[in-house]
């Protein structure tokens, strides 16, 4: 039995049948034949490259059997109160258990949301007397929980470890004077270019300074690795990790986010991340739900190994026909193109509606005026024809970006 031959087996039985499994993400039938990532919209059906999915576990039929039998047994009340009052149970500590030994920490505490929790673990671990270093490019929830802090915070330029000591130098001349400490701040994979934050480099620094370092690993955890623990296991320096932070709505499709570390750090975070001690906890058919979709990850490599042939196939083949996918070390594909915003708005449009392909675009501020990034998410129920279909999409749009066809803003609609 081949990788594929496995894959359909554990997504419902052989492609062409109208089993359990449905289109990836979205969850209608799938046409005969196929076990497309699709979506309905007005009217007509779309290739999606732009979904939380990683893994295809959406729709995964034991998912969804263990999320319905969840909510049929528990309803979405239970349990009715926070974590540190009437809302803890067995199962909330089960997986907190299990994440923990599989990213190699001693301790995990579940959190409601990813960008609430990434605040809140900031706001925790950080007071008036210490200092936060952190990349440029960092995601949002970094940069807001950044901004509650109400020490300095000092920025380096993205992925340059050249600036991020520098920034360290000025952190430690201002701990010596507060007595405070240092909390580096950086991302396991960036979700816009697709690089790998450089942990080993950055732990390296920890032979000079003294600071914990803190990585959010939403993109990597269940991708990244030879076991799928994250991007600290594929740059094998797990240990110089103080702080592991991953949400479930990447890889595991689920919501809610965990954080992991030494025993200390996370009951201390127990107890004073404010989002989760004022918080109720996550509903049981969540924590089922989550707990299956945690096993599949594990028992199921094959599902990680689809997602990188899907994504090596498109990489390869978007340099093959010319596109500019910048410096891309992970399954995040990002294609730049030279255009203006209007240019942008035609192409998506275009398509979406004559091309039948969804992406997710990327427009000046986020990146530079002028450019244009059109950001694909491969899945592990995308298919090689699906990559076939859109390199041949992607290669009409470029010639007419080229050509100034989308200078227009009018654009006619097949």
Known sequence: MDLF????????????????????????????????????????????WSL????????????????????????????????????????????????????GKDAAFLLNYGYQGMVSIIDALVDRND??????????????GVRLHMGKRFVYQ??????????????????????GGILLITEGVFGMSGAQGKLKEIIDLKDKYNFRLLVDDAHGFGTM???????????????????????????????????????????????????????????????LGLK????????????????WVIAKALQSGLVEHGFDIGI???MVTPVFLKGELNEATSL???????YSIFCSIVVYPVIPKGLIELRLIPTAVHTLADVERTLDAFSEVAEKLKAGYYKERKMAIA
């Not at 009340?77 to 089960?94: C, I, L, V, W």
């Not at 200092?131 to 807001?144: L, Q």
């Not at 340059?160 to 004077?177: G, M, P, Y």
Request: charged residues 25%; proline residues 4%.
């Open 52 to 103: 939380n999915n990683y893994l295809g576990l959406a729709n995964h039929p034991e998912v969804r059997e263990a999320d319905a039998q969840a909510a049929a047994d528990y309803g979405m009340a239970y349990p009715m109160g926070a974590r540190m009052m009437s809302g803890n149970t067995k199962h909330h500590e089960e997986l907190e258990n299990g994440l923990a030994q599989f990213v």
């Open 292 to 307: 299956k979709r945690f096993e599949l990850l594990r028992s199921n490599p094959e599902l990680r190994q689809k997602l």
């Open 348 to 354: 998506t449009m275009d398509l979406r509606e004559n």
């Open 158 to 179: 993205h992925n340059d470890i050249e600036s991020c000591e520098k920034q360290l130098e000025r952190a430690a001349k201002l701990t010596e004077q507060t007595g």
């Open 328 to 330: 891309t070390e992970t």
């Open 225 to 287: 690795g030879p076991t799928g623990a994250g991007t600290h296991e594929e740059q094998n320096c797990i240990d110089g990790v103080d702080v592991y932070f991953a949400t479930f709505a990447k890889s595991m499709a689920g919501i809610g986010a965990f954080v992991a570390s030494d025993n200390e750090i996370i009951n201390y975070l127990r107890y004073n991340m404010r989002s989760q001690t004022f918080a109720k906890a996550l509903p049981m058919p969540m924590v």
């Open 131 to 144: 200092v936060v270093v952190y990349d440029a490019e960092s995601h949002a929830c970094i940069v807001d």
């Open 5 to 48: 031959d496995k894959i359909n087996k554990n997504m419902g039985g052989p492609i062409g049948q109208h089993q359990k499994w449905s289109h990836g993400y979205f969850s209608f039938p799938r046409l005969e034949g196929e076990i497309h990532p699709h979506m309905m919209f007005n009217g007509k059906e779309h290739l999606v």
